[in-house]
């Protein structure tokens, strides 16, 4: 643990290691597949990042040693491209070459990050899951120095967990690729059942766990019903200073509720999964700088985020499941300091659990239907379509078949989880340019100014303009032609008005992608008893939720944590329950 230790002090200048970090250190860097449950907040991150700078690769068996420059890739799979960013930003700040693969980059940009991690000396290689679906991906991994495996949010590989995602299902694929290095899961959240899952998924050699307690001594888990919940919103961050984030559960909501207290003086801003990558960076930034006080946002906002004085988080929709608010509210107080997790509760929230069963689990003929549907809009014959991939829009395919939009999309999903699709909710598609008119044409029409200016540039730059749309670098004919982002976006729009260019913003867009050819209606199945199983769960699970947040006589910390396996914890006596115990007494 020497080692270890000095690696530490030597790049992210602490003087010791937090409780549990040393031991699952020193278990993965023997070579053990381990899992590791640490709340958020816990230093996950230092879990696989000490170790991995401190492996020598070789072809036959890793080695895990201090070296002079440590050989040897760790391949992180995280879900988030913010999380990603932050991690690559942090580490090439330490001097630790780093580098991270996400939706929207290039094929060249994405060849040259992979060629540097094949030749240069890139320690740490972060990807999406949804990449290791890729075949062109996969053939170059297998010529990569991998030493390490990484999983993050390790609890979306099981069905029985709150955030199953399909694509996780491939990593025990790619262990085949490297049998000799250990696998590393992490997660905030995960009840005794999906521990075991996730175990099984990622083909653990043996079982290898470590827990940190999930008591946080600093954190009052706080239940409000009122009538009002934006007026009650208002009370606490008027009575409780500092930054704040708050959850709600539509896109829509985060405008309306960032607005409202906007107009009551308290600065806030709205952030979801539709929001373009370079919007999400500037609002991020500024709420991580206090520049902004209070984040209002979907489930999107926070996974992995590192921000230590968030003082209130706060809760104006019931989450789906106890390991979402856990992990949510989790992100409050990780400096050790007086912190407050904040679920608002009324009467109707009761009604709309039920409803949200109904919406989440349609019935299994409506997810038929769905299925036709989707091949009929997009044309796929039959015994056709495996991997073919589709631009897809949910308000869109609704309205021309005339289908209810939330149990639509639970159906798709729902598909996908089933194999019959992949479903990525958004992905950044880059802005395209296409030049309309021949190039003959093109030199008789008056054009000049900056639209010259940027047409010349364009053509010296770009090939194929005038047969299809070619993907442009928004950033550097900015900085070239020293036009600011949206003085650039207007020439593009008025060269488009005079017919001269097709202009194709960039834009969030979600994609359909066939994983199998369409079958015939009759051949699409879905299992009725694993069908009910799933219904069942998320069930029990909302229900879980409701019951924590109606119940008057338990200690909120005490049922939490709990729920995750932790029967021995005391009443935490800062909660609102116990505190209107104490006051009873």
């Known amino acids: 643990m020497t080692d270890y230790l000095s690696i530490l002090r030597q790049y992210w200048h602490y003087d010791d290691f937090r409780p549990l970090q040393a031991e699952i250190i020193h278990s993965i860097g023997s070579g053990r597949d381990t899992l590791a449950l640490l709340p958020t907040g816990g230093g996950k991150s230092i879990c696989f990042q000490v170790p991995a700078m401190a492996m020598a690769f070789s072809k036959d068996q890793p080695t895990y040693s201090i070296t002079g420059v440590p050989d040897g890739i760790c391949l992180v799979i995280t879900p988030l491209i913010a999380l990603m960013k932050d991690q690559v930003l942090h580490l090439k700040e330490r001097g630790i070459q780093a580098v991270c693969l ?145 959850y709600v559960r539509n896109r829509q909501k985060t405008r309306e509720i960032s607005d409202l207290l906007n107009k009551a003086g308290i600065s806030a801003d709205f952030f979801h999964a539709g929001l373009m990558n370079t919007d999400k960076d500037a609002k991020m930034q500024a709420w991580k700088n206090d520049q902004t006080r209070v984040m209002v946002a979907t489930n999107a906002f926070g996974m992995g985020i590192d921000k230590a004085d968030v003082r209130t988080v706060i809760h104006i929709d019931l989450p789906d499941t106890i390991e979402a608010y856990f992990q949510e ?100 598609t880059p802005t395209r340019v296409q030049i309309r008119v021949t190039r003959e044409q093109l030199y008789k029409e008056s054009i000049c100014g900056k639209e010259e200016l940027l047409l010349n540039f364009l053509l010296r730059n770009y090939t194929g303009l005038f047969t299809d749309p070619v993907i442009i670098h928004f950033d550097a004919i900015c900085s070239h032609l020293q036009l600011s982002p949206d003085d650039l976006h207007q020439l593009l729009v008025q060269l488009a008005q005079n017919g001269i260019i097709t202009y194709i913003p960039k834009r969030k867009t979600p994609f359909i992608t066939y994983m199998k050819d369409r079958l015939p209606l009759e051949m699409v199945e879905i299992n009725e008893h694993q069908y009910e199983l799933k219904q069942e769960r998320y069930r029990q699970k909302l229900i879980a939720m409701l019951e924590y947040a109606e119940q008057t006589h338990f200690c909120r910390q005490q049922l939490l944590v709990g729920y995750f396996g932790e029967t021995t914890a005391q009443t935490c006596g800062c909660c609102d329950v116990c505190i209107d115990a104490h006051k009873l007494q």
């Not at 069963?357 to 056709?384: C, Q």
């Not at 073919?388 to 798709?412: N, W």
């Open 329 to 428: 509210a989790g992100r409050a107080g990780r400096d050790g300091k007086r912190a407050y997790a904040v679920l608002l509760y009324n009467r109707s929230d009761h009604a709309k659990v039920q409803k949200r069963i109904a919406d989440s689990f349609p019935p299994r003929d409506f997810l038929k239907r769905i299925y036709e549907a989707v091949g009929d809009y997009y044309e796929v014959a039959i015994g056709f379509g495996a991997g073919r991939r589709f631009a897809f829009s949910l308000s869109e395919f609704c309205t021309a078949k005339k289908l209810p939009i939330i149990q639509t999309f639970s159906a798709i999903t729902l598909l996908a989880q089933d194999g019959y699709w992949d479903f990525s909710e958004e992905q950044e």
């Open 102 to 246: 996400y939706a929207g980059q290039t094929v060249k940009e994405t060849a040259e990050l992979l060629d540097n991690c094949q030749f240069g000396h890139v320690k740490f290689l972060y990807v999406s899951p949804e990449r290791l679906e890729s075949e062109r991906f996969r053939k170059r991994l297998m010529f990569l120095p991998i030493a390490m495996i990484a999983v993050d949010e390790a609890h979306c590989i099981s069905q029985w967990g709150y955030d199953f995602r399909p694509s996780y299902l491939k990593i025990a694929a790619v262990r085949e690729f490297f049998p000799n290095a250990p696998v590393l899961a992490l997660t905030a959240t995960a009840t005794p059942e999906v521990v075991d899952d996730i175990q099984e998924k990622l083909l653990f050699r043996e079982k290898n766990v470590f827990r940190q307690s999930f008591i946080r001594s600093n954190l009052s888990y706080v239940v409000r019903t009122c009538e009002s919940k934006p007026d009650m919103l208002l009370h606490i961050l008027q009575s409780v200073p500092g930054s704040s984030v708050v």
